[in-house]
């Protein structure tokens, strides 16, 4: 009898789970979105104790119906509650679990544009306190960095692909944003980007970005110029990044410090680089930072 009483509780209980999940596909179809997004949570809370993978699917779920009903406030509140969950629950970042954040930031309409961000934050955030990388998943920052890109944020959108994985995108938007009125410092805004790569330990990234970024001043300046005007044209800095990616490849600290020597009229252009380089020189090659330059140099690229 007592196993029979078992079987009929478990019954009830998902008895209980089909007729809510009805009643969340119901007030959507009524756009009753809040109602849906209140019976979401609560499925979610009764859950969590006993099936937290089935807990995680709801507010999944939940939250990806409610984005492509075009709700993006109680779509969006739902992934945030679903990404804090994970953070709280010590959840490890699965290429699964990331690459379902990714659709749900797909989901989100044109003009809804502060719970997404809010959503991507805290996403970006769980990445980097329970994931491999310390800044945060590099996908994540990509889609931010694309994003921020077509909406033509160039700052923003620099800062997300310097921790993303797309170099080459990087480069053409860093162009871009260069001819929108900064013509005069086109070579601060390439080395800004080299250095950078180099602070987030992604050298191969550095090159493909480098390589990219003078392809497209090489281009611009076809059959405007003379045999040997090309080099001039790319400035100091260029010249500078070029033998700073070589050196860093050959781990000589001798030549780093003699290179930076040569090109500090040049660097001292942008303060932050200064900056910058004690960091590289600290990663590359061991070489110890004054104390509490690098907890402020850390917090800069998290």
Known sequence: GDKKKRTGHRRGKRDTGVKLRRKITNAINDESYYLAEQ?????????????????????YNGASDLLKAGQGNEGGSLATTLVKEYSESKTTPSTQLV????????????????????F????????????????????????????HDRRKEYAEAHRHYVRGSRPGDHAR????????????????????GVLEYLCVETMKNANT???????????EGKGQESEGE?????????????????????????????LCSKYKPS????????????????????????????????????
């Open 39 to 59: 019976l979401i949570l609560s499925h979610y809370n009764r859950l969590k104790s006993t099936d937290q993978p089935a807990a995680f699917e709801t507010l």
């Open 120 to 147: 991507m934050k805290e996403a970006i955030k769980w990445t980097a306190e329970h994931g491999s990388c310390p800044h945060g998943d590099p996908r994540l920052h990509t889609d931010l960095a694309r994003y």
């Open 209 to 219: 970005f480098f390589e990219n970024c003078v392809k497209a001043i090489d281009n």
């Open 173 to 192: 938007c860093v162009m871009e944003w260069v001819r929108q009125g900064y013509p005069s410092e086109r070579d601060l805004f390439v080395t800004r």
């Open 230 to 258: 090309g080099e001039s044209r790319r400035g100091p800095l260029i010249n500078f990044c070029e033998f700073l990616l070589k050196t860093l490849e050959r781990d000589a600290l001798p030549l780093f410090d003699m």
């Open 267 to 302: 660097l001292s252009r942008d303060p932050s680089f200064n900056k910058y380089l004690t960091r590289i020189a600290h990663i590359y090659f061991d070489r110890p930072a004054p104390k509490g330059m690098l907890e402020e140099l850390m917090s800069m690229f998290t």
């Open 99 to 118: 690459d379902g954040l990714q659709t749900l930031f797909a989901l989100f309409q044109k003009d809804c544009v502060k719970p997404r961000l809010e």
